[in-house]
């Protein structure tokens, strides 16, 4: 089954432990990317990568870090988290772009941080 | 930059009503449109798509419509039902992007 794995689903932090979601996906894409989602605001994108070695920052990319040293992984990193990152995040990947390509969402990460 | 936005933020029906969501689309040069719904607590899923050379598709249900003219998305499900209530997304993609933009999204509330 095609799939984007994302762990945890749900996380509780302090402000300034650092913390990794882990992102994987089972269908050999190319390009994975994570948002975030607040309320009023839709699907924001933080980072993207095409491949393996290649990421590069999306619309809100501060405060977040990202790797890609596979091509069916691709972790989010909050070195130093804040309270303003309290969301929910989605990782997605895709076959390639343009037409007939669609993007495969995980399940979701909600990220509280006191 | 150009972006999708959706006309109305929450739409109620009733069980067994059709249900018409809408979105505006500002980038003439996108040739790609897509569907998601989102349900409580879960990832957003594709539900259908369209090509820009086409003014409609249909689905199990859905229709999907695109009006070029005045760049004007919707999606139309038959017959809704209390298992559509979700909030559903529309996306535009153009050239070979591998990057598409959202809009905010509209919550459907299918009342039994």
């Known amino acids: 089954e095609a799939q984007v794995t994302q762990n945890p689903r749900y996380l509780i932090t302090v402000t300034g432990k650092k913390l990794t979601v882990t992102c994987s996906q089972n269908?050999?894409?190319?390009?994975m990317s994570w948002y975030r989602q607040d309320p009023g605001l839709g699907l924001r994108q933080i980072y993207y990568s095409m491949n393996v070695e290649v990421t590069d920052k999306g619309d809100v990319p501060e405060g977040y870090k990202v790797s890609r040293k596979e091509k069916r992984n691709f972790p989010l990193i909050l070195e130093s988290p804040s309270p303003n990152q309290t969301s929910l995040y989605f990782c997605a990947s895709r076959s390639g772009g343009g037409v007939g390509n669609t993007i495969y969402f995980g399940e979701g990460s909600w990220l509280t941080v006191v | 930059g150009e972006s999708v936005g959706l006309h109305l933020p929450t739409l109620s029906v009733q069980e067994g009503d059709n249900s018409i969501i809408n979105c505006a689309y500002s980038?003439?040069?996108?040739?790609?449109f897509i569907w998601y719904k989102q349900e409580s607590g879960k990832g957003p899923q594709f539900i259908i798509d369209?090509?820009?050379?086409?003014d409609k598709r249909q689905g199990q249900r859905v229709t999907v419509l695109l009006n070029k003219t005045v760049k004007h998305l919707s999606l139309q499900i038959a017959a809704t039902q209390p298992g559509d209530s979700a909030v559903y997304f529309c996306a535009e993609n153009y050239g070979g992007s591998y990057i598409p933009t959202f809009g905010r999204g509209t919550s459907l509330i299918v009342h039994p």
């Open positions: 369209i090509r820009s050379n086409m």
């Open positions: 269908m050999n894409h190319e390009y």
């Open positions: 980038n003439s040069a996108s040739d790609y």
